[in-house]
């Protein structure tokens, strides 16, 4: 049974790319992963979005939100009031004055409903767990194709305390470093010596292994009660080229080994972090690999 659930996910995100490659190979344009800052939103909080994208240069992202409280009622597990249409996001960027008007909006046909209404259950939920808006995107590339379409979730909640995106990746690469965290946190730079490895070799990738971040969140049961829900830290692997032995990992074996290419050149890799919940953060680094 071991590593059972990373064969899963293997198995399952291997239905999403083309036939017989490795779901952490990338051959040509892809989105790896779609970030909102911060992805847990008070009303009146601004919130930017971004797609990772790889092996596209070029690319522009759209993005589109429908912040409608029928949109909002939804996530409550509800279908209330007129149906919203998504309106942009002109550079991924969710205005706060949105997110007010919308939880305005929405109280304004909630506030008032008693107990056992539809209404009250949105409501209910808001005021213990917080709503989830879905901002679509579509990535296109240089020449207009499309790349890619998706969506990423948004919390808004009213909460005092509210979860955080994971801190920009840090990796050991062998036994080099790279983080995100002292420059761009999309971009995982060397800390000390370029990042090399022979051609055939295996050589293992470990994400720091404190998970300090890691954040519980309120959640509630099956009969409406509430109760905390508990992150857990999922790395995703991507690379240009060579071979990981697993896709995803996660404690208590974080590391994965990875097989160079034969032939040198410089490799692209990526690591993506998620909580589980709504935070992800990534980052792009470089493996040289040498004769």
């Given at each position: 049974m071991r590593r059972a659930w990373a064969l899963a996910l293997l198995g399952l995100a291997a239905c999403e790319g083309p036939a017989f490659d490795e779901p952490s190979l990338v051959r040509g344009a892809r989105v790896l992963a779609a970030i909102a800052e911060p992805p847990d939103a008070a009303p009146g909080e601004d919130?930017?979005?971004?797609?990772?994208?790889?092996?596209?240069?070029?690319?522009?992202?759209?993005?589109?939100?429908?912040?409608?409280?029928?949109?909002?009622?939804?996530?409550?597990?509800?279908?209330?009031?007129?149906?919203?249409?998504?309106?942009?996001?002109?550079?991924?960027?969710?205005?706060?004055?949105r997110t007010q008007a919308s939880i305005d909006a929405l109280y304004a046909r909630v506030g008032d409903a008693p107990p056992g209404t539809p209404e009250h259950v949105v409501r209910l939920v808001y005021e213990e767990v917080g709503l989830v808006l879905f901002a679509t995107f579509v990535v296109r590339d240089a020449d207009g194709g499309l790349i890619a379409e998706g969506h990423k979730r948004i919390g808004l909640s009213p909460r005092a305390e509210r979860t955080t995106n994971p801190p920009p990746p840090r990796v050991r690469v062998g036994e080099r470093w790279a983080s995100a965290r002292a420059g761009d946190p999309a971009a995982c730079t060397p800390?000390?010596?370029?990042?090399?490895?022979?051609?055939?070799?295996?050589?293992?990738?470990?994400?720091?292994?404190?998970?300090?971040?890691?954040?519980?969140?309120?959640?509630?049961?099956?009969?409406?009660?509430?109760?905390?829900?508990?992150?857990?830290?999922?790395?995703?692997?991507?690379?240009?080229?060579?071979?990981?032995?697993?896709?995803?990992?996660?404690?208590?074996?974080?590391?994965?080994?990875?097989?160079?290419?034969?032939?040198?050149?410089?490799?692209?890799?990526?690591?993506?972090?998620?909580?589980?919940?709504?935070?992800?953060?990534?980052?792009?680094?470089?493996?040289?690999?040498?004769?």
């Open positions: 919130v930017t979005l971004r797609a990772l994208t790889a092996l596209a240069p070029g690319a522009t992202v759209e993005w589109s939100l429908d912040a409608s409280p029928a949109a909002l009622a939804l996530w409550a597990g509800q279908t209330l009031f007129e149906a919203g249409s998504p309106e942009a996001l002109p550079e991924g960027r969710l205005d706060g004055a800390e000390d010596a370029p990042l090399e490895a022979r051609a055939g070799e295996v050589i293992v990738l470990a994400p720091d292994p404190d998970e300090g971040w890691l954040e519980s969140y309120p959640a509630l049961d099956l009969a409406g009660r509430p109760i905390r829900g508990m992150e857990n830290a999922y790395y995703s692997w991507f690379a240009t080229a060579g071979r990981f032995r697993f896709s995803v990992t996660r404690a208590p074996e974080r590391d994965v080994e990875w097989t160079a290419p034969d032939v040198p050149g410089d490799v692209a890799l990526w690591l993506v972090v998620r909580d589980g919940h709504l935070g992800v953060s990534a980052c792009a680094l470089t493996i040289r690999v040498v004769p």
